[in-house]
């Protein structure tokens, strides 16, 4: 009954183990995802704003010229 009991315990350290290290791991995913929205965001309104713009016309001199 002991060794039993023991074994039970051991299993049961291991899976605290285990859930602490998939939630260390969820948490940076959690970090990751947040960053990767943000950048998909900002991504969105420069494609806006370039969109927004007028065609380049490739015969169109320049300015300066």
Do not use: C, N
């Not at 859930?19 to 309104?45: A, M, N």
Request: glycine share 2%.
């Amino acid at each position: 009954m002991q060794e039993r009991l023991e074994d039970i315990e051991i299993k049961y350290l291991y899976l605290q183990k285990t859930v602490d290290e998939l939630s260390s791991v969820v948490i940076e995913q959690q970090k990751e995802i947040r960053e990767l929205r943000h950048l998909v965001t900002l991504l969105g309104r420069k494609l806006k704003d370039v969109s927004a713009m007028p065609p380049f016309d490739p015969d169109e001199k320049p300015p300066h010229y």
